[in-house]
């Protein structure tokens, strides 16, 4: 039976869950935001499945990439619409072709990150960017295992942890699956991003209001890009687009979007405010998960291949296994480089991410303050509190002197 002792022990990929033969075990939102298996006890067999397939329990080993390349989509409109170089477009793409099926996360009708499948080209686009928040996984494991059984190619795409549960799901290797997954900084609670949705469409709401007083509007969320490229692809921005009617049915389309550097999301996520606590122990670092491919963003570009530098994106990609087919890369633009210029500028390869000092107080006033003022706040305490050890650990080697 499956048992979570300590929050840290359990990284949410649902694999426990999916292999259950007895249905017992669910998934239950923490005061947190995260999901963690409970199990009906009353129910349970004790078969041990459940702790067969935790990648927590059972870590892959640990390994350097076969060839590591810089690549980029030679299509610039797919390259544009993506996080860096739009390299997982032609790896959903070739997968398609073969008449296969491809897995990713995408958002659903109610702005949640979700996983899903798609067996069209069109239906790719819904898992191109990245999604900062923890996606739900559902059933998707069974639905991977159910296409390759019957003969499908699968490109199943995740997070390194995701891509390790599914590995320990399967319980067995699959010629007709590629796995994908990504250098990942850490997940944050969906809770902590569902209000911030709410908190950000009420504020447009009162700012649609205010502008026209005369008429009721209504505003509902038409798209999000949290690496939006209009600014160049190293000041990244979260751009929203909403959709805003009145009484007499006419809508109109409005963009806002913030550098990332200044948009209150994206300051608490990269300074580790609300990241998921395994995250802070990663179970899949050091490419551990078993996956085929590794894609991440080419930070350090503009010093390792200045050359080829356009502020537009470039992807690095990882090759890890001999399943990756010499045609998928031949369709990209890549130049061969090094993976220690790789970790070097990306660090969360092999190391995680370390936990915001004021993490704690975060969760503790998460349904007490408005996220606007919580997270910087946060923030600020963090900086303050860096300060006052910096300047204790002077006062002390000046006594001690």
């Known amino acids: 039976m499956i048992t979570i002792l300590d929050k840290k022990d359990c990284c949410g990929c649902s694999a426990c869950i999916q292999i259950c033969p007895k249905q017992c075990i669910t998934m239950l939102e923490d005061e947190e935001g995260?999901?963690?298996?409970?199990?009906?006890?009353?129910?349970?067999i004790d078969c041990h499945l459940c702790e067969k397939v935790c990648p927590v329990l059972h870590l892959g080993k640990t390994r350097k990439?076969?060839?590591?390349?810089?690549?980029?989509?030679?299509?610039?409109?797919?390259?544009?619409?993506?996080?860096?170089?739009?390299?997982?477009?032609?790896?959903?793409?070739?997968v398609i072709n073969t008449g296969g099926v491809v897995f990713g996360a995408k958002f659903n009708e109610e702005w949640k990150v979700v996983h899903g499948y798609t067996e069209t080209k069109d239906g790719i686009a819904d898992f191109r960017g990245s999604k900062y928040v923890q996606s739900w996984m559902g059933d998707n494991f069974s639905k991977v295992k159910y296409f390759l059984d019957n003969g499908r190619r699968v490109l199943f795409s995740g997070t390194p942890c995701q891509v390790a549960g599914l590995k320990l799901f399967l319980r067995r290797p699959?010629?007709?699956?590629?796995?994908?997954?990504?250098?990942?900084?850490?997940?944050?609670?969906?809770?902590?991003?569902?209000?911030?949705?709410?908190?950000?469409?009420?504020?447009?709401?009162?700012?649609s209001v205010s502008s026209d007083s005369a008429s009721e509007k209504r505003i509902s969320i038409a798209s999000i890009s949290f690496r939006d490229k209009r600014l160049g692809w190293k000041k990244f921005s979260c751009a929203f687009t909403f959709s805003i009617s009145d009484n007499n049915g006419e809508k109109k389309l409005v963009s806002s979007s913030e550098v990332f550097s200044k948009n209150t999301y994206m300051k608490g996520f990269l300074e580790n405010l609300y990241l998921r606590p395994a995250c802070h122990h990663c179970p899949a670092k050091c490419l551990s998960s078993g996956s085929d491919i590794t894609i991440a963003d080419f930070w350090g570009m503009n010093k390792v291949l200045c050359n080829k530098d356009d502020d537009w994106g470039y992807s690095v990609m990882m090759v890890n296994s001999m399943n990756t087919s010499l045609k998928l890369i031949a369709e990209l633009d890549t130049t061969k480089i090094c993976y220690e210029d790789v970790l070097r500028y990306n660090s969360p390869i092999e190391k995680s991410a370390d936990?915001?000092?004021?993490?704690?107080?975060?969760f503790s006033n998460l349904e007490k303050k408005s996220l606007s003022l919580l997270i910087p706040h946060a923030l600020y305490r963090r900086c303050l509190l860096k300060l006052i050890y910096r300047i204790r650990r002077k006062i002390n080697l000046l006594v001690n002197q």
């Open 355 to 362: 936990p915001n000092i004021n993490r704690n107080y975060f």
């Open 34 to 44: 995260f999901s963690y298996p409970s199990v009906n006890i009353h129910n349970c």
């Open 174 to 207: 699959y010629e007709n699956l590629l796995t994908v997954d990504f250098i990942c900084h850490g997940v944050p609670s969906p809770k902590v991003w569902r209000m911030y949705l709410k908190e950000f469409v009420m504020n447009q709401s009162i700012k």
């Open 65 to 94: 990439p076969l060839n590591v390349y810089a690549a980029k989509n030679r299509d610039e409109k797919i390259r544009l619409q993506s996080s860096s170089g739009g390299v997982f477009t032609v790896l959903a793409e070739a």
